[in-house]
């Protein structure tokens, strides 16, 4: 008899897992291999089931007790003071086939005398789970008169038990057949695979056009059935019959948008309505090689739709000798052939419209530096007029007068001296004209910079210099240049070179754009000063400009810029 926990005073919950495991105990007596010492070991345990005794640890002097760890997941556990492992519950190979725990013995104090062990339980699937399909219904289809063994899909079905064993093995078989005619087997399903196909029998639309079959899949113990609709469609072997040999012709304007439809056509299929025996594709089969025309299908009616698909032109094609044909995408059965019927004839006739002129190019863009001399031919564009007729060229938008066209040749040429820091972008408009129509294209000229500006004084300056000098002072300037900058903006500062400016003023760069100015020594009278400044900028080649500087002692100091010919400006 095993005694666990509190004897004195058991629960109704202790007392009965202490009876079913007492049983389990009882039932596996004369089994030597159910008890032994603490130890690693594995056991295989079957799913399912309710509480069983696994195994019974032996105790070895000091051990008192036993402890499991792990996972354990609410089901195995261990008797304290047996040793005894067992289950509270059903174990679920679907859910978790490996359980891993660690035992230990412990002595009175709770401390380990062996272990921890590792003790792994492997659950043993059984077949608890039927076959399920992966559809609820598979609908396929037929054609008639198919050949013997033709393939009509696969049914799939799926087991939820342990993969390559005979818990999982699926066959499969047809339960039943609606209608059984023309005969009660007209379709096979290979048991292992799954795939349905037609016997020996030919089926045929007008006898039955829908079968319902009952498909079975079983595995040793469980079985499940699904519904399969097969439907039979018809075969090919009707060609589509135009109703006119010959719809004449037709006279449109060149100038006809396209989209728009300039014939309706039709022709009529005997096979099976709303199947790809009976819809009618319709296709130029000669005359148009340019693919001009395209031709849509009513999917209801049939009825053929003739529209312009590209521009139309009478200089080009005025005329267009059109063959029609009328086929199916379901391929014709063989011994069935399309023929004459299946042909129309059609005449467009293209008429002259008095057109603009046509440019080569609807934007012509080029790049030139703004320092070519004037009367540089620029570019050339070109236009053509449809019908022949002589074209003639202008400029508009104009408006900085920057060019000039030759009304003949379209050849442009600068007017004048181009600028890049006015507009570094220049578009106009070209016209070309005829006698009652024109058309524009566009001109735009990218200017290239050429250093041309000599650096200056980025603003104004108001400074202070209050006498007597006491040491320190400077005022910050700025330079900046109008030309591009392809990069980081590099000046240098310098004062003039003259014997009174170099031994009273210095300048000391601060960054790429700015200095200081400020006085070397203190001994200033109090008036005026004029302080000669020079700028450089890094461009190719590098410019200079010059500044005056006008600096007031004890007064406020106004700045003046001086450019390069000697005149002041003072803001």
Known sequence: MFVCGDSEHPSAAFLHLFLSLSQAMCQNLGDLHVTGPLKDMNFSVPEGGAVRFIYQFTSEPPAMSFRATGEKDGIIDIVPKTGVLYLNGSL??????VHRLQVESLDEEGNTVKGPYAVTIYVEDINDNPPEFDQTKYTGVVRQ??????NIGTILATDRDEEDTLNSRLQFKIESQVPNVPASNLFLIQQDTGILQLTG?????????????????????FQTICDVQIHVIDINDQIPIFEKSDYHNVTVAEDLPVGTVILEIQATDGDEPGTGSSYIIYQMKEGDPKNTFIIETDSETNRGFV???????????????????????????????YNSSSLTLFKVFVTDVDEPP??????????VSEDIPVNTLVMTVEAYDP????????????????????????????ASTLDREQKATYTVNVVASELTQKSKATLILQLLDVNDNPPQLGMDYTLFFCHPLSGGERALIQATDADEQHYYSTFT???????NTRSSWEISKVNATHAYLSPKHANFEEKVYNIPVIINDNGKPPLEGKVNLEGILCTELFTSRQDKTGQDRTE
Request: aromatic share 10%; hydrophobic share 35%; charged share 25%.
């Open 358 to 367: 046509v440019f080569h190019e609807t934007i012509y863009k080029q790049e």
């Open 201 to 221: 029998h030919s089926l045929n639309k007008r006898i039955a056009p829908n079968y319902s079959l009952k498909v079975l899949v079983t595995d040793a113990v």
């Open 387 to 414: 019908e022949g007729d002589t074209v003639r060229y202008s400029l508009e938008g104009d408006v900085r007068k920057w060019l000039r066209i030759d009304s003949t040749t379209g050849q442009v040429y600068t």
């Open 92 to 97: 679920d190979w679907e859910t978790k086939a």
């Open 493 to 499: 500062f310098s004062v003039a070179d003259d014997t």
């Open 307 to 337: 529209r312009i698909h590209k521009a139309l032109d009478f200089e080009t094609v005025p005329v267009y000798n059109l063959v029609i044909n009328a086929t199916n995408p379901e391929p014709l059965v063989a011994g069935v052939q």
């Open 145 to 150: 008169n198919s050949r013997p063994g033709s």
